[in-house]
């Protein structure tokens, strides 16, 4: 049987499709996709329950002299040590912000009774090459140093992200490894890893064509087209040779994202190292759709199996 979208995600997406089909997105064309995470993410959590969370807004200096905010969400009635997560947020490396993403953390707060620091990392084509990754190593370095103040068990950090997010969240653990900082797990959603540019399978491209059109604009501007091909590891995961050390992960991508065969290959690299590695292909979803789907009957169960992650921390 061929490759098909969840009937679910399949109606949601016919249901907010214009009467003209979208332009499919240009190469370089990083502008229209920040524009349009800006003017999307409103509209897609503007219905979502919203627990109440504390939420903090701390400030951190990073290694050039920049200053950077980190959003400090807590549950409510849980007193510390307790565990905690450092999280990137996606956008391609180009987009988005932690307000897009505070309604989605703080449903994993209030139900996994897990706080959350999440980095204003800043974003490409402001900065470049490891920069992003630094700003983000940053939040960590800066939890682990006000980890007592804020009731956390510093030996019990993990570090998430979704796509892009998941980028950095894999480089900080790489970051951390070096500097002799254990962490207690790296929870990747549909990461975006390689920057290799593989042509897109063609039973991919109905689904995923302007996702893989994003990933090359993203690389591109983080690295320049004449590094493309062999940038450091702390940049991108994909280009890491020892996998040894690094925290046990989880790993959830849609059977549809293009992002798919590098999770894959992480994973089976992690195992080769020794490393655990909990991987999930979700069949007929692709990149994105708990965001864009958070009504769908799988979302229930995807959703809890990560809160379950969070609490086992």
């Given at each position: 049987?061929?490759?098909s ?14 009467d ?48 950077i ?11 510390g040590p ?29 139900a ?18 490891s920069?992003l ?13 006000h ?12 570090v998430m ?30 990461p ?15 689904f ?14 983080v ?38 065969d590098?999770t ?29 789907a ?20």
């Amino acid at each position: 049987m061929s490759l098909s979208l969840d009937p679910e995600l399949a109606a949601v997406f016919a249901a907010s499709a214009g009467d003209t089909p979208a332009e499919p997105l240009k190469p370089g064309d990083w502008k229209t996709w920040r524009d349009s995470v800006a003017a999307v993410y409103p509209v897609l959590t503007a219905g979502l329950d919203r627990p109440e969370v504390g939420h903090q807004v701390f400030t951190a200096a990073t290694w050039d002299g920049a200053w950077i905010d980190l959003h400090w969400f807590t549950p409510p009635g849980v007193t510390g040590p307790t565990a905690a997560v450092v999280h990137a947020h996606g956008g391609a490396l180009v987009a988005g912000e932690v307000a897009h993403f505070a309604p989605f953390i703080a449903q994993y707060v209030a139900a996994a009774g897990v706080p959350f620091l999440s980095v204003e990392y800043r974003l490409a084509l402001e900065v470049t090459g490891s920069t992003l990754t630094d700003d983000v190593y940053t939040g960590l370095a800066w939890l682990i140093e006000h980890a007592d103040e804020l009731g956390v068990d510093a030996a019990r950090i993990a570090v998430m992200g979704e796509s892009a997010g998941a980028t950095l969240a894999v480089t900080t653990a790489i970051r951390a490894r070096q500097d002799g900082i254990g962490l207690a797990r790296q929870i990747l959603v549909y990461p975006m890893l390689d920057n290799s540019d593989t042509p897109l399978a063609p039973h991919l491209h109905a689904f995923s064509a302007d996702l893989h059109t994003l990933k090359n604009t993203a690389w591109q501007l983080v690295l320049g087209a004449a590094h493309a091909g062999d940038a450091p590891a702390t940049i991108v995961p994909a280009r890491l040779q020892d996998h040894s050390g690094l925290p046990p992960a989880y790993l959830e991508v849609g059977e549809l994202d293009a992002f798919r065969d590098e999770t894959v290959a992480y994973a089976r690299r992690l195992w080769s190292a020794g490393v655990s590695a909990e991987l999930h292909v979700l069949p007929g979803l692709s990149h994105g759709w708990d965001h864009l789907a958070p009504g769908i009957s799988v979302h229930a169960a995807v959703h809890a199996r990560r809160v379950t992650l969070l609490k086992s921390l």
